[in-house]
Every structure is written in structure tokens, then in C-alpha cells.
């Protein structure tokens, strides 16, 4: 059984889209079951979702995701056809078909559960089955959206119903680098790579591969391959163990990529804010967004906290309603954004936390706030300065090969 990904840059026009069939095609002709999970053409997404704006300013997410929803859908009935000129037997469904039944939080939806019942029956009548990625179903029939980049979830999820073994993840890239390649020129393409660090990679901002699928292959045992679309190479492999890991890391044993993101927006919460009914309606109003980072302080003290602004239709709308409504009590700042180390156990050591405070003040970018993970540290620092400081950074403990003066420093 194999399970392949084809994101919207690899299915962007119709010259690619009878390639993606081809090599469907001759996998197929291989013996091998297929099931194809695709993204919708291109930018199609991001030209829906302008459209939408230009609609109004306070947007329904339910009409949002049938909106969005149908560039997946537009794709796959396309490769379907594509496909069936070359003379295999295929069909597309659409996600109610597939049975992705998904939580009821429109445009950041979660997978329940799939019933793959109707893509079994297919399979089994030997039809190429094409899934339209990145949407899904309500147990009341709303079509729901998972979130940007969600189509890799879908192919992780169904791989996981259907006890595939391995999903391939087909993109614009050779693989997973040790920074975005198109930020650092010298960034290096990683041959393997542990669950738990692709993971953090993904949840800081390398959009190679969305952090919620990794964690779906982790739990289900599914092995993931992040290949190039069109050309022959095995790209970077992520083992479903969450620890292990056997990266080729040429300089800096502990660091395995460095990765920036440009969509926080902090969420100021004053000492008053965090009492009683307030507090609960404050929450309540954040339910529906994932929390990047942050925490509450004790005892009467202010806090913070960081979400992303891809998951706010508009978000300048979303900050003048949220400041007016907890007046006081919340304020809004955006124009943030994050760099972070990822490595195996980097999160726990002190002297790497402050070689890489030090690489950053000798690049004058000041620092809004800084967070330690278990494979991760993560910096919080203004967004136009973003890009620069994974340069800095990926210069220092990826590509140099002497040791920085003050590394490895005993505290
Ligand atoms: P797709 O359309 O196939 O889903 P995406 O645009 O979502 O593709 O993801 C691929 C892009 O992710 C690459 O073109 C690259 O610029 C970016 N990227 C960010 N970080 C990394 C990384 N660490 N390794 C590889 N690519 C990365
Ligand atoms: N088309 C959606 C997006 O642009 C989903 C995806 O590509 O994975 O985010
Ligand atoms: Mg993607």
C-alpha cells in the first residue's frame, strides 16, 4: 500500500499535473495499491482567501472553509482525470467520502477519526484513489478545514487508517534541510531525521511539513519521506520514534536545523485580566487558536501569551475586536516573529542557550522573550528581523566548522 502527498507547488499547472499522474501511474504499474492525497494548484489558497477579504471584513469561518476547501477539490478531480487518460482506473472522493471526520473548529480543524470504508472498497475494485488533503467533515456534515499546510495531515492520517506503513510527502525541495533553502543558500539536505526534532522543526516554522502530521505518524508508527516531486531521490527520512535519531551532522553535533517563523502575535494579559469571570472569558475567546508558546504567571502578576496569525481570517479586524472587547485588561501586538535551534536534548542546555543569546546581540536584534523546549530554544524577536537571524545563526552552529569561542562555556 502506498500513500503519496503532492503539494500545491508540484500540481501548480496543468503540464505538472499530468507528471504527478505519470509517476502515480508507474508506481501503480508497479503493483503497488495508491492511495494520492493533493493540495490545492499553486497559490490557489492564498487567491481564495484575497477573494474572501475583498467579500468583507467580518468573514463567517463556516463560509471560509467551503470556500477554501474546494481548491483541494478542483485538484483532485483534475489528477483523477489525468489519470484515468493514461488508462488506470481511478476516482477522487471528496473528504465526507473518505469519512475524515474532524472536530467542529472551522478554518483550524482536527482529525477525529477516518472512516475508510468507502476508500477500501475502491481500492479493492484496483481504482487509484484520489483524496482531496486539507479538508475534512463534521459529524454533522460541515465541511471543516485543517489549518495551512494541512493537506500533509490528511496523507498521515489515512496512511494511519489504512495501516499503510510509510506516506510519502512529495514537495518542491529535496527533502528537509538543515534551515528553509530559500532563506539560507547554504542550508544542507537532511538524509534522516527523529520524529521528535522534525516535530519541533515544523511547530517553529519549517513549512516543509506540518507539526500535527509528524505527531500523527509518531503516535500511529507511520514512517514519513519528504521527497522531491520530480526527481529521483529518497529525500529525507523521519523514523517514527519520537528519540531517535541518526542525523549526518557535519559541524555542530547537537544542533540538526535552525527555522524562523512570521506569524506571532502576543497576547499581553494584565494582572487584573487573570481573575475570575474575565479570565474564563478571555480563554473562551482563544479556544479556537493554538497556543505557540507562552504561560501564566502567579500570584497577581502579568502575563503572556503567543498564537499565530494564520489561523485569524484577518487579524488586524481580529485585534480591534479582542482589545475593544477585553478593554483594559488585553492588549495585541503583531509584527512578531520567532527564530529557533532545533537538536536532540538542546532544550536542557544551558551554554547553548547562551552562545546563541550571544550570536544574536552581536547582531543587535533585540530580544522580546525567549523559550526552551525539550529539542528546541526558541527566540522571540521582531519580525523584520526574522530571515536575518536564522542566516546568523545557521552560520554559527550548522555551517562553521570551527567551535565559537564561547561555546560549550562551563556555567
Ligand atoms: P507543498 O506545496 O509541497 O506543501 P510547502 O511550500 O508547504 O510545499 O513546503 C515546501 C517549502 O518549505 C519549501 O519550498 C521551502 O522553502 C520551505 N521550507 C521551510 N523550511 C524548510 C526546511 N527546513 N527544509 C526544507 N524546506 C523548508
Ligand atoms: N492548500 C492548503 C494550504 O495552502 C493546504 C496545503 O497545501 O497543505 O495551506
Ligand atoms: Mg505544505
Redesign the pocket.
Known amino acids: 500500500m502506498i500513500v503519496q502527498k503532492y503539494?500545491?507547488?508540484?500540481v501548480s499547472t496543468a503540464e505538472k499535473m499530468r507528471a504527478v499522474a505519470e509517476k502515480v501511474v508507474r508506481t501503480k504499474r508497479q503493483g503497488h495499491p495508491v492511495v494520492v492525497v493533493v493540495?490545492a494548484m499553486g497559490d490557489s489558497t492564498d487567491t481564495l482567501l484575497e477573494l474572501a477579504r475583498q467579500m468583507g471584513s467580518r468573514l463567517s469561518p463556516r463560509e471560509l472553509d467551503m470556500l477554501l476547501s474546494t481548491g483541494e477539490t478542483v485538484s483532485a478531480a483534475l489528477l483523477c482525470l489525468a489519470i484515468q487518460s493514461l488508462g488506470e482506473r481511478a476516482v477522487s472522493l471528496s473528504a465526507g467520502q473518505c469519512g475524515i471526520i474532524t472536530n467542529d473548529v472551522h478554518s483550524n480543524a482536527r482529525i477525529l477519526e477516518v472512516r475508510a470504508g468507502r476508500i477500501k472498497k475502491e481500492l479493492a475494485r484496483d481504482a487509484i484513489v484520489v483524496v482531496p488533503g486539507f479538508q475534512g467533515v463534521t459529524a454533522q456534515h460541515e465541511i471543516t478545514t485543517l489549518g495551512r499546510?494541512g493537506?500533509d495531515t490528511s496523507a498521515v492520517a489515512i496512511a494511519a487508517a489504512l495501516e499503510a506503513e510509510s506516506c510519502d510527502i512529495y514537495?518542491?525541495?529535496k527533502g528537509?534541510?538543515s534551515?528553509?533553502?530559500?532563506v539560507v543558500p547554504q542550508a544542507v539536505a537532511l538524509g534522516e531525521l527523529g520524529a521528535g526534532e522534525m516535530q519541533e522543526?515544523a511547530w517553529h516554522g519549517?513549512?516543509?511539513l506540518k507539526a500535527e502530521a509528524v505527531e500523527f505518524a509518531t503516535t500511529n508508527g507511520i514512517a514519513v519521506a519528504v521527497r522531491p516531486a520530480f526527481a529521483d531521490d529518497p529525500g529525507t527520512l523521519i523514523s517514527p520514534e519520537p528519540g531517535e535519531s541518526s542525523v549526518y551532522r557535519p559541524h555542530r553535533a547537537e544542533v540538526a536545523?535552525v527555522?524562523g517563523r512570521k506569524d506571532l502575535v502576543r497576547i499581553s494579559l494584565h494582572a487584573s485580566a487573570l481573575n475570575g469571570a474575565q479570565r474564563d472569558e478571555i480563554f473562551a475567546a482563544l479556544s479556537k487558536y493554538d497556543l505557540i508558546f507562552g504561560g501564566l504567571n502567579g500570584a497577581g502578576e502579568a502575563s503572556e501569551l503567543f498564537i499565530s496569525n494564520l489561523e485569524i481570517p484577518d487579524p488586524e479586524v481580529f485585534a480591534a475586536e479582542f482589545a475593544q472587547r477585553f478593554n483594559g485588561a488585553v492588549e495585541l501586538s503583531g509584527e512578531l516573529g520567532a527564530v529557533s535551534l532545533v537538536g536532540f536534548g538542546l532544550g536542557s542546555r544551558p551554554a547553548a542557550l547562551l552562545d546563541a543569546l550571544r550570536v544574536l546581540e552581536e547582531g543587535k536584534v533585540p530580544l522580546v522573550k525567549s523559550f526552551t523546549g525539550r529539542e528546541s530554544l526558541t527566540f522571540v524577536i521582531p519580525r523584520p528581523l526574522v530571515d536575518e537571524s536564522v542566516r546568523r545563526l545557521h552560520r554559527v552552529f550548522v555551517e562553521s566548522h570551527e567551535p565559537v569561542s564561547q561555546l560549550n562555556v562551563s556555567l
Open positions: 503539494g500545491g507547488s508540484s493540495s499546510g493537506s514537495t518542491d525541495v528537509v534541510y534551515a528553509d533553502p530559500r522543526l519549517a513549512q516543509v536545523g527555522t
